[in-house]
């Protein structure tokens, strides 16, 4: 395999990485966040419009955790910075 073929699979296990990583984050973190507002609204169901606001909120900002390395992950995949470099170094001859 030449170097290419290496920047190619160092991407696309990179990205799978990044990506798995990247999803197991904060689907824990939102599991847990969820069953901490849970117990919340069972101990004070008065509370129960504050808690599900921060709840949605906090949700999202960890969502957008597992956005950005998808985000990432894409641009391993389809946009490697990497890939101009080796390819001018391809057409020099190595």
Request: charged share 10%; hydrophobic share 55%.
């Amino acid at each position: 395999m030449d170097y290419l073929a290496w920047v190619a699979v160092a991407s696309i296990l990179s990205s799978g990485i990044c990506i798995g990583i990247g999803a197991i984050g904060p689907a824990l973190g939102e599991g847990r966040a969820l069953a901490q507002a849970l117990s919340a609204l069972a101990q004070q169901p008065d509370e129960a419009n504050t808690i599900t606001r921060t709840l949605f909120v906090g949700l999202a900002m960890v969502e957008s955790t597992a956005i950005y390395c998808f985000v990432v992950s894409m641009i391993l995949i389809f946009a490697n910075p990497f890939w101009q470099f080796f390819l001018a170094r391809a057409g020099e001859g190595g």
